[in-house]
């Protein structure tokens, strides 16, 4: 395998796992704690394979995960396509922050995420949503960087073999 090959069995891997993630009973009291796993699944490929995972994977994701979740069609799919254009547009820079500052990045792009939710939530009349619908962005950020190494050595891992 080249050295800039993307892992696609990897990454999709990682996606079906983000999906199973997402629809993992937890309890009532703890729903609202649940980070976007895909999403940040996302993110990190986004930034280590450029130009190769773009806003079509995002789209395709983000309509699996309609499926799997049996929401809005269409709602993760607009969320995760927005996110990852957004990735895209500023990978050079996210890329080489230091880890603290690309964990600010990823809160920002997950709070970004919640007010694409909160438009497309008004779009459909749904009631806004108690204050703790904040709490699951800073709950990604800060398991960003479990996601981040834990990809990162499937990814060295699966180079070396």
Do not use: K
């Not at 892992?7 to 976007?36: Q, T």
């Not at 190769?52 to 069609?73: C, F, K, P, R, S």
């Amino acid at each position: 395998m080249s050295r800039r090959a993307t892992p696609w069995g990897l990454v999709i891997a990682s996606l079906l796992g983000s999906y199973v993630l997402a629809v993992l009973p937890l309890p009532d009291e703890a729903e609202f704690l649940r980070p976007f796993w895909t999403a940040l699944v996302l993110i990190y490929w986004s930034l280590e394979t450029p130009g190769e995972l773009g806003i079509g994977t995002g789209w395709l994701a983000g309509l699996g995960l309609d499926l799997v979740t049996g929401g809005l069609l269409g709602e993760h799919a607009l969320r995760l396509t927005i996110l990852t254009y957004i990735v895209a547009r500023t990978r050079r820079r996210l890329r080489f922050f230091p880890f603290w500052q690309q964990a600010l990045a990823v809160l920002a792009l997950l709070i970004n995420d919640r007010i694409v939710t909160l438009w497309i939530q008004g779009v459909m009349n749904y009631p806004w949503p108690p204050w703790t619908f904040w709490l699951a962005p800073l709950v990604g950020t800060l398991v960003w960087p479990v996601v981040f190494l834990t990809l990162d050595a499937l990814r060295q891992r699966f180079r070396a073999a």
